[in-house]
């Protein structure tokens, strides 16, 4: 049953629909010998429709006070595109330009702006997906579930607006990337986007719940690194191979890691907005396969529709009224 | 109380009653009207010998003049007290009802002769009935409560009528809108078939000229009940008169089919419509 009643026992009130049948409110007139007025269709059919009207306006107004309402609803939808959900690294350094200078003026943009910027238009692109956004820095951050409605992927990426937090925390973050699966059909590609300008080291009990995780649920992994000028690249080669570690190196060993992980996975370097902006684009491309999703639709409160229909009955039959002739 | 103009009527064929009175009759006696000539022995009145007839009689006997006897008749008026009789408007039909009721004693009165009047809805009553006699008091006071009356019922009570109704030849006022089943009818009008009957159909106009030309309205039917809401417009209100046309010619043929022509009032009591209804056809 799709619809349901907050007030069931006011339905017994439905009883009152049987009132238009016995009586039209309309004031009868003596009349000699009905028999005599030959049969008329027109005036059959408007006292069948007198009483369907009164009918109807009290069966509206008792539906409307009995609080009528659409349950909510789960609707089977297919569309193009992905399960995406992205990962917003928020420390401190995204706040600064991608020269690594605090933004001085309306013409320098800061990393997590830009990414924000983005990101909002990506959003709009992606008509089918259905989105998550989950942040990290020192710990995870849950944003928004995996979810269709535009408006509150907006806000939730305005809401990165707010002045970042401390560290960078890649692993916790990821696993909480990936635990938006759970529970979600498979069906359609299932895209982290990493959004960071640095990464961290995991530790070795983090990457094997992470691998753990990931055979799980096979996802396609995007890393949008947002280089800062001057910081060690991806795929940098240290001069001196003892600082070729993990703690010196971050960001190559990231790298290394999401390779071996052994699911689709690409990394881009962005250097500038525009870097950001090609790296987004791809991925766009990139992602655009069959998806099979449920769509929730809320509870619909259908009372105010009962009273608008019964009104409108009601003005109708106010109408009919007006036209009655009475001269007794 | 209105005034009350009587009606002048008269008689077909001779009445039958000995008393005298103001009709031609079968008796003979005294009338100015010769009848025929019977023996002297038949009638031993030695005025009236006709010397002429008694010489050419070949059997050599005398002669007597006779001659025909008016005699007195009887008026009876039966009206269908029924609730579609019970339309107000400006000539309600119970007024009509009244006047002629009073019309019509005062037109037997004058002449002598007897007047009874017997209402009935979906029975007969005592209290809507005067057997034939002169009793001027009691019709005027009933023809006082027929005015104020407001009737209901059906008219299934007119089958009863005719055993009240003595079976001596009767002039007989059928007063009723009509408004019920032909057959009722047919059923009724050969029981009257001694008596000379009129049947005299009482409409009210303003049932059907008076119909508002737009609107809406319901009527209730003043027998049984039944509601019907319509939807009038000019189309619909020509249909209801010419229903109503077609119902009067269908009355018309009925009753001419049994050997009566009804007298229609359509717009309040007028005895000169009586009048001229008995001066146009011989009963």
Sequence with gaps: MLINFDTPWLLSGLLLMTVPLLRTGIKPQGYPWLAILPSDALSTLLSVFIRLIGMAAIGLLILGLSGLYLKEQRIERIGQGAHIVLLLDRSNSMDTTFAGKAPMNDQEESKSSAARRLLTEFIDKRVHDLMGIAEFSTAPLFVMPLTENKQALHAAIAATATPALAYTHVSKGLAMALSFFDEQPTSGTRIVVLVSDGAAAIDSDSEQALRTLIKEQPIHLYWVFLRTANSPGIHEKPDNSRDDNAQALPEKYLHLFFSSLNVPYHVYEAESPEGLQSAIDDIDKLENRPLHYFERLPKQDLSGLCYQWASLMIALLLVLKLCEVNRS | ?283
């Design chain 2, 1 to 283: 109380m209105f005034s009350t103009t009587p009606f002048i009527y008269r008689l077909g064929q001779p009445s039958t009653p000995i008393y005298p009175g103001a009709h031609p009759g079968r008796l003979t006696g005294a009338g100015q009207l010769f009848k025929t000539h019977v023996p002297l022995m038949a009638n031993p009145d030695t005025r009236r010998i006709d010397l002429r007839a008694s010489l050419l009689n070949p059997f050599q006997s005398y002669r007597v003049k006779v001659f025909q006897q008016h005699s007195q008749t009887t008026l009876y008026m039966i009206a269908d007290l029924s609730g579609s009789m019970g339309m107000q408007g400006q000539s309600s039909l119970m007024r009509v009802m009244s006047e002629f009721m009073l019309s019509a004693a005062l037109s037997a009165y004058q002449v002598g002769d007897r007047f009874g009047f017997i209402g009935c809805d979906a029975d007969v009553s005592g209290k809507w009935h005067i057997p034939a006699g002169h009793h001027w008091g009691i019709v005027q006071k009933m023809a006082g409560q027929l005015a104020e009356l407001t009737p209901v019922g059906s008219s299934s009570g007119l089958l009863k009528t005719p055993a009240l109704i003595a079976s001596q030849h009767a002039l007989i006022f059928l007063i009723s809108d009509f408004h019920f089943d032909l057959t009722l009818l047919k059923a009724l009008l050969p029981q009257l078939n001694r008596h000379t009957v009129v049947p005299v159909v009482l409409w009210n106009e303003t049932s059907y000229l008076d119909l508002p030309e737009w609107g809406i309205v319901k009527f209730k039917d003043k027998e049984n009940g039944a509601t019907r809401t319509l939807l009038m417009r000019p189309a619909y209100k020509k249909q209801i008169i010419e229903a109503y046309v077609q119902r009067k010619a269908d009355l018309q043929q009925c009753f001419r089919s049994l050997g009566t022509e009804p007298l229609f009032i359509n717009q309040g009591y007028q005895s000169e419509e009586v009048t001229r209804y008995f001066q146009a056809r011989a009963l």
